[in-house]
């Protein structure tokens, strides 16, 4: 038997935090659905109430759960499954300061949802019937500043591939590296650019010495959701907080801010990616990125709308910036640069992809590279004396037009 009451606002807000990982599909249609126990609360994480209601959402490769404490008279103990959407409209709809409600109905498949003089009777599916992800034994952990975590992924996090037949470039490859293990390599790509960060562990990462691969592939959708969760903390955190992911043979586990997030991992081999990265580049470029983005965004807009392209023309010391589409419209720009080395040359690049890059990085200057034995752009920051200098190495391929 399912039975409680609980305020409004003390349900709504967990309860929007995890439904966004809920499935929407015919075929499992328990994944619409949120999982809602009451159990009695140990008091690790919630103090003063006597039970808890746990609250979990799944699409079978990510789950997150959160949850809260429950201080009514009338509790008792149970399981039950409800659509989180029809759930969320009803709380939002509810005035603020509400008390809500939960019981059981006369039949097994129905769950009573009260409100002063509100009722509604919602139907329910077995909670028997919840898919939960399983996860294989614990292989090490990484320990990392919420901070430094929340930069890495979020400047590099756009370069990660939304639908590919190359199933590794759907998530975000991370990889502990240095003699200290105290190293994060983070990489995304889609196939025409690649984003390349380095972060700081707070201790050494132990790695089992029978592991082959110490890195492991994020997916996406659970790249979004860290993300997000870490946002949304980031306000009231310490900037000492320390976020720890549990990295596992099949999943990935973490909690920040009360939500606990589990994960599938990609199983796929991430390749080598040193042969992508322009060396030797012998065309140097120094430009200021609000400049040179206000410029390609403005120049863009009489860009072909299929490829995007912008051309980048360095010819006698003049630096010019210009696009044309099918109905033989154009636009340019000429661009004050700080410093150059190199001949002259004439290169095409998806206007998108360099906005993109412009809007993660944070310091004033820009550096762009070419290689004449390479069709791939390199664009690193570079900080004045009192701005902090980050890793961060972007790569774009040209585009033939």
């Given at each position: 038997m399912f039975k409680c009451s609980i305020g409004r606002e003390d349900l709504l807000k967990p309860l929007g935090h995890i439904s966004g990982v809920a499935g929407n599909t015919v075929n499992?249609?328990?994944?619409?659905?949120?999982?809602?126990e009451i159990l009695p609360n140990d008091g690790s994480t919630i103090k003063d109430a006597k039970y808890k209601l746990r609250m979990v959402c799944t699409d079978t490769e990510i789950q997150m759960s959160t949850e809260v404490?429950?201080?009514?008279?009338?509790?008792?103990?149970?399981?039950?499954?409800?659509?989180?959407?029809t759930l969320l409209e009803i709380l939002k709809k509810l005035p603020d300061g509400a008390y809500v409600n939960f019981t059981e109905g006369n039949t097994n498949d129905q769950l009573v949802l009260s409100s002063g003089k509100f009722k509604s009777?919602?139907?329910?599916?077995?909670?028997?019937?919840?898919?939960?992800?399983?996860?294989?034994?614990?292989?090490?952990?990484?320990?990392?500043?919420?901070?430094?975590?929340?930069?890495?992924?979020?400047?590099?996090?756009?370069?990660?591939?939304?639908?590919?037949?190359?199933?590794?470039?759907?998530?975000?490859?991370?990889?502990v590296v240095g003699s200290d293990n105290m190293?994060?390599?983070?990489?995304?790509?889609?196939?025409?650019?690649?984003?390349?960060?380095?972060?700081?562990?707070?201790?050494?990462?132990i790695i089992p010495e029978n592991l082959d691969d110490n890195g492991f592939i994020f997916p996406k959708k659970g790249v979004d959701q860290l993300?997000?969760?870490?946002?949304?903390?980031?306000?009231?955190?310490?900037?000492n907080t320390?976020?720890?992911?549990?990295?596992?043979?099949?999943?990935?586990?973490?909690?920040?801010?009360?939500?606990?997030?589990?994960?599938?991992?990609?199983?796929?081999?991430?390749?080598?990616?040193?042969?992508?990265?322009?060396?030797?580049c012998n065309r140097v470029l120094v430009v200021d990125r609000k400049l040179f983005q206000d410029t390609i965004t403005r120049v863009s807009i009489m860009s072909n709308s299929l490829n995007k392209a912008v051309e980048m023309v360095l010819n006698n010391g003049l630096f010019t910036i210009k696009a044309k589409?099918?109905?033989?419209?154009?636009?340019?720009?000429?661009?004050?640069?700080?410093?150059?080395?190199?001949?002259?040359?004439?290169?095409?690049?998806?206007?998108?992809?360099l906005n993109n890059i412009?809007?993660?990085?944070?310091?004033?200057?820009?550096?762009?590279?070419?290689?004449?034995?390479?069709?791939?752009?390199?664009?690193?920051p570079m900080a004045d004396e009192n701005e902090e200098q980050s890793y961060a190495r972007y790569i774009v391929s040209r585009i033939i037009v």
């Open positions: 499992n249609p328990i994944t619409s659905n949120v999982l809602m404490g429950l201080f009514c008279d009338d509790i008792q103990e149970g399981r039950i499954t409800v659509n989180v959407k009777n919602m139907v329910t599916i077995d909670a028997e019937y919840f898919p939960a992800i399983e996860c294989l034994d614990n292989l090490y952990e990484l320990k990392i500043e919420l901070n430094e975590l929340l930069n890495v992924m979020k400047t590099t996090q756009f370069s990660m591939a939304a639908e590919s037949y190359r199933v590794f470039l759907k998530g975000m490859r991370f990889a190293g994060l390599d983070i990489i995304t790509a889609d196939g025409h650019r690649m984003s390349l960060q380095k972060g700081r562990l707070v201790e050494p990462c993300i997000a969760m870490m946002s949304a903390m980031k306000e009231s955190a310490d900037d320390v976020v720890t992911l549990k990295i596992n043979k099949n999943s990935l586990q973490t909690t920040v801010n009360g939500i606990s997030m589990l994960s599938i991992l990609i199983e796929a081999k991430y390749p080598d990616i040193t042969s992508i990265l322009p060396n030797n589409n099918s109905n033989h419209e154009e636009a340019k720009d000429d661009i004050d640069y700080v410093s150059y080395t190199g001949d002259n040359f004439e290169i095409a690049f998806n206007s998108d992809y412009c809007r993660v990085i944070s310091t004033s200057k820009m550096k762009i590279s070419l290689s004449k034995s390479s069709n791939n752009l390199l664009i690193e």
